[in-house]
Nanobody
Framework: VQLQASGGGLVQPGGSLRLSCAAS????????MGWYRQAPGKQRELAAS???????TYADSVKGRLTISRENAKNTVYLQMNSLQGEDTAVYYC?????????????WGQGTLVTVSS
């Protein structure tokens, strides 16, 4: 299973970005998908996650500004980011809890950089 993230870039404070992450390969089932982020000098942290049933979890710091969604038919998860602030600057990684070839494990994408700066 491969995860390909896209959509990062440079945005001004208060701006918006939309990240996408598509899973490909031999996939039997994807259970949960999510976005983690790692700011410079900090540990990787959960930003948002969504299960196959649509149960969503957000970090307190992003509630009301970031919205996660997914298209199960396309094995794709999105992260709509609004009202971006400097502290949102980070590398954003998507992940998926998926089963493939009889094994279930977490898979990670390569990360996409989001820089919030004027």
């Amino acid at each position: 299973v491969q995860l390909q993230a896209s959509g990062g870039g440079l945005v001004q404070p208060g701006g918006s970005l939309r990240l996408s992450c598509a899973a490909s390969g031999t996939i039997f089932r994807i259970y949960s998908m999510g976005w983690y982020r790692q700011a410079p000098g900090k540990q990787r942290e959960l930003a948002a996650s969504i299960t196959s049933d649509g149960i969503i979890t957000y970090a307190d710091s992003v509630k009301g500004r970031l919205t996660i969604s997914r298209e199960n038919a396309k094995n794709t998860v999105y992260l709509q980011m609004n009202s971006l602030q400097g502290e949102d600057t980070a590398v954003y990684y998507c992940n998926a809890d998926a089963s493939s070839r009889g094994y279930r494990r977490w898979y990670w994408g390569q990360g996409t950089l989001v820089t919030v700066s004027s």
